[in-house]
DNA sequence: TTCACAATACCCATTTATGTTGATTTTTCA
DNA sequence: TGAAAAATCAACATAAATGGGTATTGTGAA
């Protein structure tokens, strides 16, 4: 039987060469390619033949759920598994939604992610416990994500998100974007709704966490 | 000649597998212990024998510069190179003065971590370009923080940036602290001029880098 | 014992953000 | 082409944050 051929989205060298280091002790797998970028990775994908893709959900340029979509999309017969350090129930549903086979946390026992790996080539899904309790005692805060009507961010919302995470006040946003101010407080409206946060502070870090500042 | 001996503090454990791995290919380095937060970096030491600690910024439960400052106080006879994706003049500059005795952004040319202990070791001071343009790019920015007359944030700042970070008012923190609504006001208020930020998106986007959230 | 600083608290004025509601135009895609 | 989604704008009211200043208390170091 060959291997199973793995490449790694992260945007850590060193952890990339980590899986490596870990995955020299386990015959069937092998680490066939290393991705810094979810642009890095789609490129990667149609240059090098792999069974299964390591994704970061934090990446920069493309993050691991845009990603995620895209290669759900147009990428058949790669495997996908999310593997960050992220275990809000926000990230874990994206990633799932968006076709992710699996979840895995980092940090986890040693033998996790191998173990993962394994039950997602068998055709199975593979969810870290952590992950797990995260979507279980999730539901009931963002249970207006659930039930099939995922809301995704629209291009310009993310333009003002990641303005605001900038520091940029309404008036800075609508300058630099060539929009009224009023428009500017529309789609921070609808962005604190979508993410069922309340201020500026929970904007910000989601764009953090997505690396989109 | 005896080896290097190394300590990696990084929460990640891929990583710190990771620079084991490289480092197996230098005979003059050796990774003798792997600490998760700063505080069992601070533990570790007192328990192996090390003349290096590679020490990560963005660390949970004790941050890096906090760990920094009471390494130089309390341990002699180790060297720390700083070691992280921040660069931030902020952070750039407050390991430096918490003495540092360098600064090696990660995710740089594959010899250079292995150089900058080298240089470190020998008495020398390393910093990688990106933190040495960090810093010279800073000055105008920052010269309130340089020459000396570094504010570093006290106790009642830091819970009440974190609040701030989760999505705290200014009426709940007060609350959650049991002060006054205006004492929170002011501790923002001089938040905001220490680190020099406008707003709540500057101040959380401080507590995440430093992973006080 | 001074001196510095942390922590507390309040005043005022101004700006900015949030919430509610409703609307029009443009784009996208089935 | 026609429906759905996205992007645009604005009036109103309320809540909250920002900026400036001042002042008291306690603690610990020089």
Redesign the interface.
């Known amino acids: 039987m060959c291997p199973t051929r793995i490449i790694v989205a992260d945007?850590?060298?060193?952890?990339?060469?980590?899986?490596?280091?870990?995955f020299a002790e386990e015959a069937d797998l092998h680490v066939v390619g290393h991705a810094?970028t979810g642009k890095e990775l789609l490129e990667l994908i149609t240059q090098v033949k792999a069974d299964l893709a390591l994704l970061e959900v934090s990446l920069p340029e493309m993050d691991g759920i845009d990603t995620m979509r895209h290669i759900h999309k147009h990428c058949e017969g790669i495997k996908v598994l999310a593997h960050s350090?992220l275990t809000e129930i926000e990230y874990v549903n994206s990633m799932l939604i968006e076709g992710a086979d699996g979840y895995v946390v980092?940090?986890g026992p040693k033998g996790e992610l191998a173990e993962a790996i394994r039950t997602v080539m068998d055709g199975g899904t593979y969810l870290s416990p952590t992950a797990r309790e995260s979507v279980a005692a999730g539901y009931q805060f963002t249970n207006k994500h659930m039930g099939g009507e995922y809301v995704g961010l629209t291009t310009r919302e993310r333009e003002i998100i990641r303005l605001?995470?900038?520091?940029y006040?309404n008036a800075e946003i609508g300058e630099a974007l060539g929009i009224s101010e009023g428009t500017v407080k529309t789609h921070r409206k609808n962005l604190m709704h979508k993410l069922n946060?309340?201020?500026?502070?929970?904007l910000?870090?989601y764009a953090?966490d997505r690396r989109w500042?």
Not at 164 to 167: K, Y
Not at 197 to 202: D, E, S
Request: hydrophobic content about 50%; charged content about 20%; glycine content about 12%.
């Open positions: 945007t850590n060298d060193l952890v990339a060469i980590g899986i490596s280091a870990r810094r350090l980092k940090n605001v995470a900038l520091q006040g946060v309340r201020g500026v502070a929970g910000v870090k953090m500042i």
